[in-house]
DNA sequence: CTAGAGCGCTCG
DNA sequence: GTACGAGCGCTCTAGC
């Protein structure tokens, strides 16, 4: 969209963002957000008088031009002026401070421009503005009702205050202070003001200042012709304080030179952004006005989480909860029983749920039974589809057992209340469960998640499996699964365990999921991590069912005529090695190799590790392989064998035969940093750094007539570094779109950049990302094959020019010794609980302390951008396959890809507003093609 | 025969 | 003794 020159026929609207904060707040009891009882009174009455001021914009008189005008600090150069200037006003009210950041949010959220100032109140922005507006020929409204701003009335500048639904212009200004809006500085100047603290003429209010203004013109000629004044006190006074007065008109004149970072054409009106609104009233939980505006704009309400945290729950009371040997389990067998528990569901509006399967491969896993519980210590199983376990039959017999519900009845039944808006479905690994009840036509809906809540609340301490949270939260020992199955080869699926056995072990799954979900549900507010869970962590559970499900086609026979290739290669690769080595041995055993290499041939360099085999690692080899034939050679081999085995063998085993696609499975809770990590196989590192591997990306195709589009975040990690520790250079390089190596090279290296060498790049390019994983002078050495000491003067050398680096290394570092934890710019929480080690570990700690805010974040802007991505495509045929950490991979007809690339790449670098004000921009690179090496 | 540790290699 | 974060295939060994 092309900016309009702002100029005649345009019309600015200037909102008075502090009138709009005071107003809603005093006007509304004191609300809190439900799950966590964040103050948000005063937000949610900003947010619906911006609606209210949204929907009341249009038609003829609508504004071209759109501002919120803030104030901001609390020192202005009045203050320098006089330091009494606002001395009296009362200190922000506790519950009130907590919003005002949020109504900046809500503010962007709404797409409307935010502005402020630093050491300027917001009155002087608007006066600024006016003026400039006003100059070109525009019209002007301001809304407030702020009586310091009538001075800016006249010349088609005029004030509406919302409330009243008043307009004033000079009329209305000279009703209320007897002179029209020229001389209302003067009459100001003279009545004072007791709010502000302007002090004014003692004994002279509005009315009497008029009267004298009217008469003498103007509040100069007054006090110069102050003698001629015939009521002698009022003669009087004026002499006496005639500094006062005049300070006092430099007081209450307002600034229209206040210089401004942005200009008119910034304010241009934009539409109303869904994907940054919704996501933004969901936040706050505002249902009401959520569900409106989602009507207004057309498009689906997001979920706003509704259940009430219980009322602070003790770990005692917790305990009160029946113990787990007097628990309550039932078997259900029939519609009646169930439709009990159904009824028993819609009283509470929650209930715990656990599905009981054939398999952990959710894609190829068959439903066998249902788990449910809604009070601690009372669930049920229902068991579906389980057979006769006998061993007689070799293959055990298909008919199922007796007394279970019919698998259809079952989920007849229980559809409407798991698909059920009102009724809260919590689970242990939700997305699970949810892509089993999807394959069986449920879309259960909305959801909790323990394993998320757990990770939210204590990422980086301990793993998030449901047993481990119920041995240490509940102090109990869940029924193992072993014995019921088996292992190995004899090991049989649950389809097969006797239902007698089936209904304690399943029922008490649910059991604890309920109570480890009443313990974390007001954890979340304690640890402040309750926005985390619900805009990167629950939100996740249907966007990433969704792209598993979806699948992305893989060509068999590419993968196997590879495959073939890679096995002659190999076999030929052996024989060489053979032949060098003058024996036949396994090369693919790193212990049989070295005692080859530094036993039989005597190489220089084995050192042996801890187990006491040499180490043959690639840094070895590679070594040995500028005198030597063999370790080359088996280098060969190793990149094929790798190939062949982690790749085009075992991908073609993933290949699902219903869909002919492969399924990967992401665990959100896995990673400490808030990645994902990619299962089942892993498709976050198919091979893409040599030619030969890349080629395994051509067997990942998109359907006929469709394309493979990948959208990639350029240096999400470095921006972020440049941001979080504030380096200008960098930050201006990103702007400026420049070589972030070469340009950390020039620095360093004092290279012109025109000069730069491939060389000097490259090495910069070390120390870059060296700065990112917590450098030290070893790792940068052995990375860069240089000596220790060099590598040292590096660094420090990088610490002298970026000395920000430095400070935010120490910083993090300092905050994690003493929290126990670092923090996203998100607030996302990652506990660090070796940081106080001693020892080696501490390096360790410390490195991965450093490392974790700026991966993190990174992950938390592509999460954020894969949760808003289904609404903003929700009107295109594109799907979104895959996620390997700063790019997203979607499959779409070929005549989509331009909109699929322009609504993606949008959603993607916008991805951390209005949570986030990153000080650089983010980039996203595109590319497509009928494989993924293409689209890369 | 199986489970788990260790090594090595793939990705961002 | 070291770069940060992951998953998986292979070999080898301890122990059933």
Redesign the pocket.
Known sequence: MGKTTFGKGCHLHLIDGSAFIFRAYHALPPLTRKSDGLPIGAVSGFCNMLQRYVEDSTGDDAPTHVAVIFDKGSHTFRNDMYDQYKANREAMPEDLRPQIPLTRQATLAFNIACEEMEGYEADDIIATLSCQAREAGGRVTIISSDKDLMQLVGDGVEMLDAMKNKRIDREGVFEKFGVYPDRVVDVQALAGDSVDNVPGAPGIGIKTAALLINEYGSLEDLLERADEIKQPKRRQTLIDHRDQIELSKKLVQLDCDTPLTFTLDDLEVKEPDPDKLMPFLAEMEFRTLTKRIADKLGVEAPVVADAPAPAAESPEQAADAPDFAKANYECIRDAKALQGWIERIREVGHVAVDTETTGLNEMTADLVGISLCVDAGHACYIPLTHKDGNADDLFGSDTLLEGQMPLQEALDLLKPVLEDESVLKIGQNMKYDAKIFARNGVQVAPVDDTMLMSYALHGGLHNHGMDALSERYLGHTPIPIKPLLG????AITFDRVPIDDAVPYAAEDADITLRLWQMFKPRLHAAQVTTVYETMERPMIPVLARMEMQGIKVDRDTLSRMSNAFSQKMAALEDEIHTLAGESF?V?????L?EILFDKMNMPGGKK???G??????D??EDLATEHELPARV?DW??V???K??YT??LQTHINDETGRVHTSY?IA????G?L??????L???????EE??RIREAFVAEKGNVLVSL?YSQIELRILAHVADIPELKQAFADGVDIHALTASEMFDVPLEDMTPDIRRQAK??N??V?????????A???RIPRAEAQGFIDRYFERFPGIRTYMDDTVAFAKEHGHVQTLFGRVIHTPEINAKG?HA??AK??AI??PI?GTAADVIRRAMVRMPAALADSPARMLLQ????LLFEVPEDGADALIDTARGVMENAADPAVQLSVSLSVDAGRGANWAEAH
């Open positions: 292992s190995g080869k004899s396994n693919g055993s790193p212990k049989q070295g590790g801890k187990t085999a040499y180490a043959t690692g690639v070895v080899l280098l190793r990149q064998s790798k190939l085995s982690t063998d075992a665990s896995g990673a400490s940093t990645r990590a990619s299962t089942d196989p892993n976050q590192n198919i091979p893409v750094r040599t591997g890349r990639d070390a120390i990302f060296g990112i994983y917590g450098i030290s002078g070893f790792g940068l052995r990375n860069l080696p390096g360790f490195r991965a490392n974790a991966q390997v950490h700063d790019e």
